[in-house]
């Protein structure tokens, strides 16, 4: 019955590569070039608070050509704020 087992071992693993290399294999995607396709990053963020603090939220904000960092937040008063002219 051991070798049993062995065979019927063998023969599901052939069955399975055999079925599994039918299916056509993953590739890349193509990664377009960021710099003509996006000039500015967001990366927001929000926490909320317990009494007596206050929820905030907000975004900073980052000119890939300049490379200007900005700031909009509830101290903004609806408009950007400048944070650094150049980014390292």
């Known amino acids: 019955m051991k070798t049993m087992n062995w065979v019927l071992l063998v023969v599901g693993l052939l069955v399975g590569i055999g079925v599994g290399s039918m299916w ?9 070039n960021v710099a003509s396709t996006s000039r500015y ?11 007596p603090q206050i929820p905030q939220h907000g975004c ?13 937040g509830p101290d903004s008063q609806g408009r950007p704020l400048k944070v650094s002219d150049k980014l390292p």
């Open 60 to 72: 900073y904000i980052v000119d890939t050509v300049t490379g200007s960092l900005w700031h909009a």
């Open 41 to 51: 990053q967001v990366s927001a963020y929000a926490y909320p608070a317990t009494p």
């Open 24 to 32: 056509p294999t993953a590739s890349a995607q193509t990664i377009p």
